[in-house]
């Protein structure tokens, strides 16, 4: 996985949606170097708490572009996989890569948001206090240093960004009411269109859907495809129908591993998945 | 849905009108300061004799009133904003002061009681010269710039290691607590060199001006209206810029903010550090009009009446903390003199009351009932 000499690529930004064509530069150490098709690798990963081995050598590598859903029965270690990716929680041992460049163990949560990985949580977590314009404000990928954020202005472009991100998550109307009157199901698609205005290469959802009803639930699966291919991401669903709705290839982790890897249709039949998970 | 052509819905444009304060508040404001400067001139240029005349313990009360509420202020940036609540303000507050009367106490040159070069405290322990840490304080400037490095270097350093060890909630109240009172033993003593439990005392004058002076007065009056008054008017811009938008998630969301990419323990120092040098300015005010200062500035006690005007006036509104202040030091001033021994006790049930029945305090009873 390390090569020798210094490799010149093409930043995958190039192919931005936008159809801006930028030039070839090295890679510096700060946007993770996708040269080898690959957006996060992580090879034999073992997180343990008091013993409990919540990760157990997890290998996992995700493709740029690609849409992965992880499915598992409950305590098989998904939210903790994500809890490493983003850098809440340490590795015991093993390795994870985002891109080939940048080693997430020795980077804050901060440092990794940055890098673009952006995260929704299970529990939906939005600021209640502030409107949901206000919301995506702070979450649009700008520079978020000291200083700046205290002579921030929105600029008119930003501003429409935010709109934007507003209309794909249908909260316009409630741009300046206070996220924390929004229903269970608008709270996640707010914390979706957060992470949208973030703009951040790979995204991580952990049950998107959980609370919303079959129509929020459909057009999140719309989304998520309409995502793919621009983005990474990789969800964590229990919802069996919606993981139906948009999975491409599907892993399944039991007791912290990898116990299958593929389409939904080769993991459900997959004897140990039917014996640990699906069978129940 | 999934198509990124023009909303078809516009939202309206300007989502929050972030100015500092609509024309009712500026009303206020001009009113309020220039009530302030009309008593000061009525203090200044009326005969003693005159109706109309201000005596002398009023302005030197709301001059000290004035100074209780720019320490409160500096609280409600941190406690109101990033949730960040502070036990300690009275440390900085002491800091600022001791900073300013170390200049007080060169300027009373030989006049002293023991006619010395030195303090009174320092022949007292029988000191030959300045120790090092007295160095350039006869000089205006010099003690004005410690009066804002000492509370601002010692407030960055203290948060740093805290913020960044995420010491917060109770755990950081109870630390910056015994932080103060480290400070108020450390001062008590003899040896630290600031006139052990005595403190500063007995100042003469202000660049060779006579302290008790009229126009000494009137001139310190002045300057503490326009220090509260630029104190609030900074604190309302940093809390109406996307800064302070960002300081009510870190208080909400904490974990949140860090994976949208926000290094949290910047914000919170720089709004730490600009807190400390608000109350350390406010003590430098204090001092010349109180007359004095000592490690009883220090206790806990004192931190603790600052955190209570905040909760009184109301949390997160800022002019809450100079109404808290207001109506706390005003009521403390009748009733430490009508009823002292019922004070505290008077405090303590103010403190539940609020909490139990206004815990929004007074402003924020206000701005709900306006909103209805």
């Keep these: 996985m390390v090569t020798a000499e210094k490799e010149i690529t093409v930043d995958p930004a190039s192919f931005s949606p936008d159809g801006t064509v930028s030039y070839n530069r090295v890679v510096d150490g700060s946007v993770p170097d996708l040269a080898h098709g690959a957006i996060l690798y992580m090879d034999d990963i073992t997180v343990s708490f008091d013993g409990f081995r919540a990760i157990n050598k997890l290998s996992l ?14 305590g098989a270690g998904k939210t903790t996989m994500m809890d490493v990716i983003t850098g809440k929680t340490r590795a015991d041992s093993g390795s994870a890569f985002f891109g080939q460049n940048m080693d997430l163990s020795k980077m804050s949560e901060t440092e990794i948001a940055r890098a673009g990985i952006g995260r ?36 008119g472009v930003q501003r429409d960004r935010i709109d934007e991100v507003m209309t794909t998550v249908g909260l316009e109307a409630r741009a300046h009411d206070p996220a924390g009157l929004l229903s269970h199901g608008q709270k996640q698609w707010l914390e979706i269109g957060m992470l949208l205005a973030q ?17 929020e639930t459909e057009r999140t699966a719309e989304l998520f495809v309409s995502l793919a291919g621009k983005h990474s991401l990789i969800v964590v669903e229990h919802d069996m ?4 709705a948009i999975a491409r290839k599907v892993t399944v982790l039991h007791e912290g591993a990898v116990i299958a890897e593929g389409s939904l249709q080769q993991v459900k039949e997959n004897e140990r998945v039917v014996e640990v998970y699906l069978g129940r | 849905m999934s198509s990124m052509a023009m909303p078809a819905v516009s939202a309206p444009r300007e989502p929050v009108a972030y100015r500092l304060y609509g024309k009712l508040g500026w009303t206020g404001l001009a009113v309020t300061w ?17 109706a109309l005349h201000v005596p002398d313990y009023v302005i030197v009360l709301i001059g000290k009133i004035m100074c209780y509420a720019m320490v409160a202020l500096a609280l409600d940036l941190i406690w ?50 300045y120790p090092w840490f007295w160095a350039g304080t006869d000089q205006l400037w010099i003690s004005l710039l410690l009066v804002v490095l000492v509370p601002g270097v010692l407030a960055a350093i203290f948060g740093f290691f805290a913020f960044r060890s995420r010491i917060k909630g109770v755990y950081f109240s109870i630390i910056t607590q015994a932080l103060t009172y480290a400070a108020m033993l450390l001062f008590f003593r003899n040896n630290t060199g600031f006139g052990g439990n005595n ?20 001139t310190l009056f002045l300057l503490t209206a326009a220090a509260l008054l630029g104190a609030l008017l900074l604190c309302r811009w940093i809390v109406t810029s996307k800064l302070g938008r960002v300081l009510i998630a870190i208080r909400d969301a904490e974990s949140r903010l860090r994976f949208c990419g926000y290094d949290t323990v910047g914000f919170k120092l720089f709004v730490w550090t600009v807190s400390a040098v608000i109350a350390g300015i406010a003590g430098a005010l204090y001092v010349p009009q109180v007359g ?21 006036g109301g949390r997160g509104t800022l002019i809450g903390a100079l109404v808290g202040a207001g109506l706390l030091h005003g009521l403390k001033s009748w009733v430490t003199v009508a009823f002292p021994e019922f004070w505290l006790f008077l405090l303590g049930m103010l403190f539940v009351l609020v909490t139990l029945f206004l815990p929004q305090g007074i402003v924020g009873l206000w701005l709900r009932l306006r909103k209805k």
């Excluded at chain 2, 403190?199 to 009137?218: C, N, Q």
Aim: with cysteine.
């Design chain 1, 61 to 74: 590598s995700i493709d740029v572009g690609e849409l992965r859903c992880i499915i598992g029965p409950n």
């Design chain 1, 120 to 155: 929704k949580f299970q529990r939906p977590t939005v600021f209640e206090d502030h409107s949901v314009f206000e919301n995506f404000e702070l979450a649009l990928k700008m520079d978020k240093g000291v200083w700046t954020t205290l002579f921030a202005k929105l600029s």
């Design chain 1, 199 to 215: 703009d951040p290469k790979l995204l991580l959802l952990d049950e998107p859907v959980a609370g919303m009803t079959d129509e």
């Design chain 1, 241 to 244: 129908d919606f993981v139906a």
């Design chain 2, 34 to 50: 220039g009530g302030l400067v009309l008593l000061a001139l009525l203090y200044y240029l009326t005969a003693e004799s005159s």
């Design chain 2, 80 to 129: 109101g904003y990033a949730g960040i609540l502070s036990l300690g303000h009275g440390l900085f507050f002491a800091l600022g002061g001791y900073a300013f009367g170390m200049y007080l106490m060169r300027q009373i040159g030989h006049d002293g009681v023991y006619k010395s070069e030195l303090p009174d405290f320092m022949v007292f322990l029988d000191w030959k010269e």
């Design chain 2, 199 to 218: 403190g500063f005392t007995d100042f003469k004058r202000i660049a060779e001006v006579g302290i008790t002076l009229p126009g000494m007065k009137f």
């Design chain 2, 292 to 312: 004095i200062i000592n490690p009883g500035e220090m206790s806990p006690a004192n931190s603790i009446e600052i955190a209570i005007a905040v909760a009184v």
